[in-house]
């Protein structure tokens, strides 16, 4: 028997911890914990950063749970791999300007900027749109270019290195669906309600870490 | 390209999924959390489910049911019914509702949609309005009272959009049950007023309610709760045949693609040489 990945799941408080939990488990992967707990995310051998939510809310719970120096640790010097989603790819960067300005982790630089667009469409990007994939290894192995994914957000993540974004989605702009720099892995739709197409997605990214 | 959204609306009332018929008269469909799973395996794009008791009642949200059906779904599940306070919101991200929908609050405690959406995010954020027509103009319904109340429906949803609604679910009282198809011109002039995604809901009978809502407003989604409870793969079907007009997803293993379809929207039979060469074909399931 192949021992199973260690997945943790930041739990910072704003995050659907729940359902992203139950998409992974639904995969048959069973050492899943939703946890902020030191201990837990040494011992894991993946992390998942999910969000919904405001940046400012995001990183602030993230600062009060003391999760910047352990995560700082574990991933850039470690390189342990994680995997943001939604507001937790948009942490990954280096500073947000919602609700005012406010520093992310500085991991990925760019910034985390309001979707202004022409009036035809409508912010929130909400729903379903067709993903360009540049880069299908390691995330997108089981999709096809042009899978659809399901996004809900009204900020993008505008890398300053375009070697950063790995797929992307055409809303009016280019909008970034998914970053990757090394062991670091974002993507802005909510693979874990993406259907099929989202649980391929988890399947790539926890096959790409064991 | 952003595709159109095929929403269903889950409606449980003390447990059970009901098909609501003008918001007066309850039939028993089933238990949410087969009808979450089956919604989910047949491709629907997002799940309502909305709890019709729950304020009625005092109850506030039944946290167990949507801690159980969010492990069923795996597309985005809109939750409402009874929410009004952060504290309920958050417990209910926790369970693994995506988005809440606001309704008798976000009438009563404008300041909710504010705090929720500065907490939460303006996405999690949907404002249902029940709107009903009054000597010709649209008016907010209150359907714990059963009347309308003196709300003007496209001056609120533009207020629920500045105080920071992030979707506006708005359905149609009159249509409700009826099958008459989605009403246009509430959509069209809900479109007109707000930016922020709107979800048209009330009235669906089948496919071409879809196509006509989707090909004369601007609406991003619509919902329907009755008919997708009642036949098999009510929605892959329903979606193969939109498909044809609008760009919607269609990405389930059964997409009907090559269906066609009756003047009722029921699939034809498929030609006797057809069924004869599927007869021996193998199909691999499909392996995430």
């Known amino acids: ?210 | 390209m952003l595709k159109k959204r095929i929403a269903a609306t889950v409606v449980v009332r003390d447990g059970i999924v009901v098909q609501s018929i003008g918001f007066e008269k309850y039939l028993p469909v089933g238990k949410p959390d087969i009808a979450i799973e089956f919604l989910n395996q047949w491709g629907v794009d997002e799940i309502i489910l909305i709890d019709i008791s729950a304020t009625k009642n005092n109850t506030g949200p039944q946290f167990d049911v949507i801690r159980e059906v969010s492990k069923k779904g795996f597309v985005p599940l809109t939750v409402g019914g009874g929410v009004s306070n952060i504290e309920q919101i958050r417990e209910l991200m926790n369970c693994g509702a995506d988005k809440i929908s606001i309704n008798k609050a976000a009438i009563h405690n404008k300041a909710l949609i504010t705090e929720a959406a500065h907490i939460f995010g303006n996405q999690c954020v949907v404002v249902s309005l029940d709107a009903i027509k009054i000597d010709g103009k649209y008016k907010v319904y209150d359907y714990i009272l059963r009347k309308h109340l003196d709300i003007e429906v496209f001056s609120f949803a533009k207020e629920a959009e500045r105080l920071g609604a992030g979707e506006i679910l708005i359905n149609s009282v009159d249509r409700d049950g009826s099958y008459l198809g989605f009403d246009i011109e509430l959509m069209n002039e809900i479109c007109a007023v707000v930016n922020i995604p709107v979800i048209a809901a009330g009235g669906a009978k089948n496919a071409n309610d879809f196509i006509e809502v989707f090909s004369k407003t601007k609406v991003s989604a619509a919902s329907a709760a009755n008919f997708f409870n009642f036949f098999e793969h009510s929605v892959n079907i329903t979606k193969a045949k939109i498909n044809k007009e609008i760009n919607i997803r269609l990405e389930t293993f059964a997409d009907y693609k090559d269906a066609e379809f009756d003047s009722d929207i029921r699939l034809k039979k498929k030609a006797d040489d057809v069924l004869e060469s599927m007869l021996y074909l193998k199909i691999e399931k499909e392996i995430i």
């Open chain 1, 1 to 210: 028997m192949i021992k199973q990945p260690s997945i943790v799941i930041i739990d910072y408080g704003v995050g659907n911890t729940q359902s992203v939990a139950n998409a992974i488990k639904f995969l048959g992967y069973k050492n899943v914990k939703i946890s902020c707990d030191f201990n837990d995310i040494e011992n894991a051998d993946a992390l998942i950063l999910p969000g919904v939510g405001a940046f400012e809310e995001a990183i602030q719970n993230i600062k009060k749970r003391n999760l910047v120096e352990i995560l700082n640790y574990q991933v850039l010097d470690l390189k342990k791999p994680i995997l943001g989603i939604c507001v937790g790819m948009q942490l990954l960067a280096t500073y947000s300007e919602e609700n005012g300005k406010h520093e992310g982790l500085n991991w990925i630089k760019g910034e985390v900027k309001k979707l202004n667009l022409s009036r035809e469409f409508s912010v929130p990007h909400v729903g379903w749109n067709d993903v360009i994939i540049k880069s299908k290894d390691p995330l997108f192995t089981k999709n096809t270019d042009l899978s659809n994914f399901y996004f809900d957000h009204s900020f993008y993540f505008d890398c300053y290195d375009e070697q950063n974004v790995i797929a992307y989605c055409d809303y009016d702009i280019k909008v970034t669906a998914a970053v990757q720099k090394g062991n670091i892995f974002g993507v802005q739709f909510h693979p874990e309600k993406s259907h099929n197409n989202g649980l391929k997605m988890f399947r790539d990214f926890i096959n790409s870490i064991s």
